[in-house]
């Protein structure tokens, strides 16, 4: 059965031998044009004319307001911890299986992250889980919302669309709303995908983007913030510009700044890349059919786009039976050079989040025993 499944992956891409990356970068349109672009002109750093068009193609392509291009989807996500009002000693609740970063941000802003359950279908956070561990956990007063057993402020929920398959996210939205909790969504692997007929990132008061290399888009490191009122936009732009008060040549900072801003160089690639995301998506959510039928066919649960949502695929998911069967086909993948990966380690089992408050974690340990991403490229037609 493994080396048939290898055998599919490689027919699939048209690779018989060799290396097949889990994902890797597509330049086929404009990249080199507009980064020579960049070059001749001198304007390679922050702030240039691709950053504005960038910024421009992103309002345009999720509907959000405004959005304000950044170094990468880390810094992204700590601006939109700290700009949710989120403060030092808060606590801010998050899924466990999630990359690092979404935890990390949290613990840049001197807060701590709050783990409560994902769904198995969408692999993003559960509602149903929120909703139940918020009605055991929370008290609402002074307007805010506090964890009873550590007496801390929970000041924001950060829920991921995981692998780019998006979560319930209108009843997550419900839920923090009936408790007050201001919503910012990790929405760095779900740039081109939707939840009922609203591009993720945009449901919250806050989202978030990245286009880390390995990402469906990449300008080789990126971020993105998305925010659709109009004076958090302008707070976003100044924080992440070194607060630097606008003035043709004098340096007058008028808070403690961050030097986030995304280069033109970097913007410039995102520009090209950008143009090319539809076909990509569609590239990559016809490569999804083709792998839900061959291995559905073979008794193998491929991990499919719920009701109401439109996945950009951005790492396909089988669920094989167990961790030992899991191991078995890494490593048997791996050693046949197509790629395949494990889930990341559970946030909450990590050394410096392991003693973070937790609900019932039970769909993340059982997902995370299963789940292995699959060669998920945009593939080149032959
Ligand atoms: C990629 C990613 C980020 C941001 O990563 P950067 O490498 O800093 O751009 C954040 N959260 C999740 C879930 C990610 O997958």
């Known amino acids: 059965m493994y080396s048939e499944i290898i055998d599919f992956i490689r027919a699939t891409f048209h690779t018989p031998e060799g290396f097949i990356p889990l ?3 597509r330049f086929t349109g404009n990249e080199k044009k507009y980064v020579l672009d960049t070059i001749d002109s001198t304007f390679v750093s922050s702030v240039g004319a691709y950053v504005t068009r960038c910024e421009n193609m992103l309002t345009e392509i999720t509907g959000a307001k405004y959005a304000i291009a950044v170094v990468n989807g880390t810094c992204a996500l700590h601006m939109a911890v700290m700009l949710a009002g989120v403060k030092p000693g808060d606590e801010v609740i998050t899924q466990p299986l999630t990359f690092v970063a979404t935890a990390n941000a949290i613990s840049h802003a001197y807060a701590t992250p709050h783990f409560v359950d994902v769904d198995e279908d969408t692999m993003g956070m559960s509602p149903e889980k929120l909703e139940r561990h ?6 609402l007063r002074d ?3 506090y964890n009873k057993h550590t ?3 929970i000041a924001a929920c950060i829920p991921m669309h995981t692998f780019g398959l998006p979560l319930r996210i209108d009843l997550i939205a419900e839920v ?3 408790y007050n909790i201001p919503l910012v969504e990790d929405a760095a692997e779900s740039l081109g995908a939707f939840y009922k007929g609203r591009h993720t990132g945009t449901f919250g008061v806050l989202g978030t983007l990245s286009f880390n290399g390995n990402k469906t888009v990449t300008c080789g490191g990126g971020g993105a913030i998305l925010i659709n009122d109009e004076e958090l936009a302008k707070k976003a732009r100044h924080l992440t510009t070194t607060a630097k008060v606008p003035h043709p040549w004098a340096f007058v900072h008028d808070e403690v700044g961050y030097n986030y801003r995304m280069p033109n160089l970097n913007a410039a690639l995102a520009c090209a890349q950008l143009e090319q995301l539809t076909g990509f998506v569609e ?3 016809e490569l999804a059919v083709i792998y839900k039928e061959f291995f559905e066919g073979r008794g193998i649960p491929f991990v499919s786009e719920t009701e109401g949502a439109r996945a950009n695929y951005w790492l396909m998911t089988i669920l094989l039976e167990d961790r030992i069967q899991r191991d078995n086909f890494l490593a ?6 197509v790629m395949t990966r494990p889930a990341w380690q559970l946030m909450n089992t990590l050394p410096m989040y392991k003693d973070c408050p937790a609900g019932d974690l039970s769909s993340a340990q059982r997902l995370a025993d299963r789940i292995v991403n699959i060669p998920s ?3 080149i037609k032959k």
């Open 151 to 153: 007496g801390r402020r």
């Open 332 to 337: 048997f993948s791996n050693e046949r050079k």
């Open 176 to 178: 923090c709303e009936k």
């Open 23 to 25: 994902h890797e970068p």
């Open 283 to 285: 590239n990559k959510r």
């Open 143 to 145: 307007g805010g919302c």
């Open 134 to 139: 918020l009605s055991g956990v929370a008290i």
């Open 377 to 379: 490229s945009v593939r």
